[in-house]
């Protein structure tokens, strides 16, 4: 089974592009989507996160109180250095886990969806990479009118990926999101069109 890699920053269109893999048929796996189980009540990451930050990180029902987390580890990179240490390595057990299983199941081709790749220095080890990019002001723009963000989260959230110079650098294929929800569609599929041809079918 081949697998390539999906990355882009926050707010870029990433979650779009995704879709548009699957309804063309790729099988995926989606690092945020493993990430929320991971941390899921009762496992043994929530306790984790819980045991380095304190009670207050846990909602009234038990689960993690996400806002809560992003409050605490975007005004402290060290505390999110602590997280990431909690998080990261269980996402890539389950992940290897699930390709294992779609290898199992005969699928030939697979993508992993990761918002830092890059950043984590994964880029080579998930090739042809596919960059999903946007204009810093749109990423800011989009971030503020779904999450509720101040300016001020917004960058702190921006800030903490890499500058977007450094994902398009690392790049086999880049997407650029920078119209309507049609063109990006169709440039999502010219990209995974572009992916079959670099991978040989």
């Given amino acids: 089974m081949r697998i390539f890699g999906l990355t882009g ?37 929530l306790r984790a996160i819980v045991d380095a930050f304190g009670e207050n990180v846990r909602a009234p029902d038990g689960s993690l109180d996400r806002k809560r987390v992003a409050e605490i580890v975007f005004s402290d990179p060290s505390a999110r250095r602590r997280l990431n240490a909690i998080i990261h390595p269980r996402v890539a057990a389950a992940s ?16 992993y969806d990761a918002a830092l790749l890059v950043e984590n220095g994964l880029a080579d080890a998930f090739r042809p990479l596919v960059v999903v990019a946007a204009p810093r002001a749109l990423q800011k723009a989009r971030l503020r009118a779904r999450d509720g963000l101040s300016a001020e989260e917004a960058d702190a959230r921006l800030d903490a990926q890499a500058p977007l110079e450094a994902k398009v650098a690392a790049a086999d294929v880049v997407i650029w999101n920078d119209a309507d929800l049609p ?7 010219d990209a995974l069109a572009e992916v079959r041809r670099r991978i040989g079918g």
């Fill in 96 to 111: 290897q886990e699930r390709f294992a299983a779609l290898e199992k199941e005969g699928v030939s081709l697979g993508c």
């Fill in 9 to 45: 920053g926050i707010a870029s269109g990433k979650s779009v592009v995704l879709e548009v893999f699957r309804h063309e048929g790729v099988a995926t796996v989606d690092a945020d989507e493993i990430a929320r189980l991971v941390v899921a009540p009762g496992s043994d990451g």
């Fill in 183 to 189: 063109t990006l569609e169709a440039r999502a599929k």
